[in-house]
C-alpha cells in the first residue's frame, strides 16, 4: 500500500485529463456533428425517381466540343429543355463504323471506346432523366446488363464471389459504344445537329460571347461546353487565356499505365487433334466466367500489381473487357510487355489459369496501345462571366478504381442541363460549378485512396475487416453510424464531397466514443482505486504505527510498574 496513495492517484488522474483533451482536440471533426445528415435521413438513389425537364424560359445557342456519352446525354437534356445545341466531334460517326462479325477479333486500338464500365445507380438516373429512356429500354438494346458484385480469381484457381447485399439491383455492366449510339440517335430525334470528323480550332474564350472555328466559319455561341475527354482543347484554351481565374491540381501520371483486352467467357477448346493423339480436354476445375459479376484477376500472393479489372459486354455472345494494369517500369511493367517474351513470362508466372480463357492473350498485350493514369481536377469549372463551361474527364480526370469515371461525367451532364433549364445561364452555371468543384476533388481524391488500397494487394488486413465493420456497425445502429464509404458513393443518393465528409466524420465519432470510454473508464478506475484506498487506510495499521502502539504500550507499563513498587 502507498504510503500517501491520494497524492499518486491524483497524479494520474490530471495526467489521464490532460492525455484525453490533447487527443480530443486531434479528434475534431470537420465539421459540427449538427451539420451531417442524420443516417436516418439517407436515401438509396432510386434512378427511376428523375426530375422533370421545364421547357426553359431563357432559350441559349450551345455548342459541345466531344461527342462521348457526357457530350450526347447534355445534348439530350439541353435540347428537351428547348435550346439550340451543336455537338462537334473530331472522330466518325459511331454509328457508321464497321460491325465486325467475330466479337474477338475487335480492334485493339479501338477498344478503349467500345469497352464496357459498371454503372451505378447515379449514373443510369442521369441516363434515364435526361434522355428519357427506360432501364428496360436499356437492358433490351443491350446497353446495360445487371450485375450481383464481384468475382475474385486467384493464381491458384480458387474464385471468391462478393456481393453487394441489398444493392444486386442497382448495378451494372454498360456498353460505352452502344449508349453512345443510343444517346446520339435520342439526340438526333430532339433536334440536336452533329458534326463528325470535324475540330475546332482557334478556341477564344475570354471573347464576349465565346468563338471558335468549325469548319472554316466563326461560330459564336451563348454557351461553350468542354466535354472532350482528358486532352480537353477548352481546357487547354481555358488555361492559356484565363489563368487568373483557373487552377488546375494535377496528381500526375502516378508511376502506373494500363492495357486492353477481350477475355472469352469459356475456356478456350482447341480443334480435335489427328488420330492416335490425345484430344485436349476441357479443366474441370475452372468454371466458365459468369457474366453477371465483374471480375478481379490478382497477382500472385505479395504482388500489389500486375491487376485485371474487368466487366463483361452486353452484346452476345458476351465477352469480358479487361484492363490490365502495370506499373511504368520494371521488369514486367509497360515497358517491356511489348516484347513477346515479356508478355509471356508474365503471364505465366501471374495469370496462367486466365490463359485457359484467352490463349491468344500474349498478341493481346503486345498489339494493345497502352494508356498512363492521370489524374487531375480544375476549380472552377464555369469560367469567362459563365460563358464557358467542362464537364467529364474534361473537368475531372480520374484513375478508375472507385468505378465513378463515366458515373461522374454522366452525373455532371445532367445536373447541368437540369439547371439550365431552371434558370439564367448566369444562375445556372455559377450553381453548377459551386456544387460541381466539390465533388470533383472528393470523388479524385476517393478514388486516389482507392488507388492505394489496390496496389496493397487489394487492400491489407485491416482494409477488409474495416469494410465489415462498418457494415456490421451500420446494420446494428443504423440511427446514429453511417454506411460504409463504397455504398455511400456507389448506392446513396448523396454527393461525393458529402460522401467523404460523413465517412470521416464516421470515424472521429468512432474514435471519440472509444476514447471517451477508455478515458471515462480510466478515471473511474483511479476514482474507486482512491476510494479503496482511503477505507483501507482507516481499517488497517501500516507497520510505523504497529512501532508507535508498541512504545506507547512499553511507555505505560513502564509507569505502572514504577508506581506499584514503593507500596511493595
Not at 118 to 134: F, V
Not at 550 to 555: A, E, I, L, M, Y
Request: charged residues 20%; proline residues 7%.
Amino acid at each position: 500500500m502507498l504510503r500517501n496513495p491520494s497524492l499518486a492517484i491524483s497524479g494520474l488522474a490530471c495526467t489521464t485529463f490532460v492525455v484525453w483533451r490533447v487527443l480530443k482536440s486531434k479528434l475534431k471533426p470537420t465539421c459540427d456533428w449538427k451539420e451531417l445528415i442524420p443516417p436516418t435521413e439517407l436515401r438509396v438513389c432510386d434512378p427511376t425517381k428523375v426530375q422533370e425537364f421545364p421547357v426553359t424560359e431563357h432559350p441559349l445557342n450551345v455548342v459541345i466540343i466531344g461527342g462521348g456519352p457526357s457530350a450526347c446525354l447534355l445534348a439530350c437534356g439541353l435540347a428537351k429543355a428547348g435550346h439550340s445545341v451543336r455537338v462537334i466531334e473530331k472522330r466518325g460517326d459511331p454509328r457508321l463504323e464497321e460491325q465486325e462479325e467475330d466479337p474477338e477479333t475487335v480492334s485493339l486500338g479501338n477498344l478503349s471506346r467500345k469497352y464496357s464500365i459498371t454503372l451505378y445507380p447515379r449514373g443510369l438516373r442521369a441516363i434515364l432523366g435526361a434522355a428519357e429512356l427506360t432501364r428496360d429500354d436499356l437492358i433490351e438494346n443491350q446497353v446495360i446488363r445487371p450485375l450481383t458484385g464481384r468475382t475474385v480469381h486467384f493464381t491458384d484457381g480458387k474464385v471468391k464471389e462478393v456481393d453487394v447485399g441489398q444493392f444486386q439491383e442497382q448495378l451494372y455492366s454498360i456498353d460505352r459504344s452502344v449508349l453512345v449510339e443510343i444517346l446520339v440517335k435520342k439526340a438526333e430525334k430532339l433536334g440536336v445537329k452533329f458534326s463528325w470528323d470535324t475540330e475546332a480550332t482557334d478556341i477564344k474564350v475570354n471573347n464576349q460571347p465565346p468563338c471558335c472555328t468549325i469548319n472554316d466559319q466563326l461560330v459564336t455561341p451563348d454557351l461553350l461546353v468542354g466535354a472532350d475527354g482528358a486532352g480537353s482543347v477548352v481546357r487547354s484554351a481555358v488555361l492559356q487565356q484565363c489563368p487568373m481565374e483557373v487552377s488546375e491540381y494535377k496528381y500526375g501520371c502516378m508511376g502506373y499505365g494500363y492495357k486492353m483486352m477481350l477475355i472469352p467467357t469459356q475456356q478456350y477448346i482447341p480443334p480435335p487433334p489427328a488420330s492416335g493423339t490425345n484430344p485436349v480436354e476441357k479443366d474441370p476445375v475452372l468454371p466458365d466466367l459468369t457474366t453477371q459479376t465483374m471480375h478481379i484477376w490478382p497477382g500472385k500472393p505479395g504482388a500489389a500489381l500486375p491487376l485485371i479489372i474487368s466487366s463483361p459486354t452486353c452484346t452476345e455472345p458476351p465477352l469480358i473487357t479487361g484492363t490490365l494494369i502495370l506499373p511504368a517500369e520494371g521488369r514486367h511493367s509497360l515497358a517491356t510487355v511489348g516484347r513477346k517474351e515479356a508478355a509471356s513470362e508474365l503471364l505465366q508466372m501471374h495469370y496462367s489459369k486466365l490463359l485457359k480463357y484467352c490463349p491468344n492473350a500474349v498478341e493481346q498485350i503486345k498489339k494493345s496501345p497502352s494508356g498512363r493514369f492521370k489524374t487531375s481536377y480544375i476549380s472552377p469549372v464555369g469560367y469567362c462571366k459563365n460563358n464557358v463551361v467542362l464537364i467529364g474527364d474534361a473537368a475531372h480526370t480520374l484513375v478508375p478504381f472507385f468505378g465513378q469515371g463515366l458515373n461522374s461525367a454522366l452525373e455532371d451532364a445532367y445536373l447541368l442541363a437540369y439547371r439550365l433549364a431552371n434558370s439564367p445561364k448566369n444562375e445556372a452555371v455559377k450553381e453548377f460549378s459551386a456544387e460541381r468543384v466539390q465533388s470533383s476533388k472528393a470523388i479524385v481524391d476517393m478514388s486516389v485512396q482507392r488507388f492505394d488500397w489496390y496496389t496493397r494487394s487489394l487492400g491489407t488486413w485491416w482494409d477488409a475487416k474495416k469494410e465489415k465493420l462498418m457494415e456490421w456497425l451500420h446494420h446494428a445502429c443504423p440511427s446514429i453510424m453511417y454506411p460504409p464509404l463504397q455504398s455511400l458513393v456507389h448506392f446513396y443518393d448523396v454527393p461525393y464531397h458529402t460522401a467523404k465528409m460523413l465517412d470521416e466524420n464516421r470515424w472521429a465519432k468512432i474514435t471519440n466514443c472509444v476514447v471517451d470510454l477508455s478515458f471515462g473508464g480510466v478515471i473511474s478506475g483511479l476514482f474507486w482505486w482512491g476510494v479503496f484506498a482511503a477505507v483501507s487506510q482507516q481499517m488497517t495499521l501500516g507497520p510505523a504505527d504497529l512501532d508507535l502502539a508498541r512504545v506507547f504500550q512499553g511507555s505505560e507499563g513502564g509507569s505502572n510498574a514504577a508506581e506499584a513498587s514503593p507500596s511493595d
